[in-house]
């Protein structure tokens, strides 16, 4: 079991920058991969970036060369640093942490990105 806390999100304008943080509440080192999704309204739920605990990263085409997902494992903290924000970004975004056959996923933050 583990709790995901994500933290970060607000309302920012187009062109902006946010950071959003996840706090695990146990060591993510050995979590097969990690992942930032999110959901606007009336839409699926889609991958935004995942990271697995290699190191290796994989983007969504709409957010490839804005933002950059990034595990810190001794702050058992997942990040996601989005610059150049779109209000097509504007969404709940929530952590996932894939932990051998279990997926979990935390409450979500809103990110509202205004023109």
């Known amino acids: 079991q583990v709790q995901l806390v994500e933290s970060g999100g607000g309302l920012v304008q187009a062109g902006g920058s946010l950071r959003l943080s996840c706090a695990a509440s146990r060591s993510i080192f050995s979590f097969n991969s990690m992942a930032w999704y999110r959901q606007a309204p009336g839409k699926q739920r889609e991958m935004v970036a995942s990271?697995?605990?290699?190191?290796?990263?994989n983007y969504a085409d709409s957010v490839k060369g804005r933002f950059t997902i990034s595990r810190d494992n001794a702050k058992n903290t997942l990040y996601l640093q989005m610059n150049s924000l779109k209000p097509e970004d504007t969404a709940v975004y929530y952590c996932n942490a894939y932990i051998y056959t279990d997926d979990y996923w935390g409450q979500g933050t809103q990110v509202t990105v205004s023109l």
């Open positions: 990271v697995t605990r290699g190191g290796y990263t």
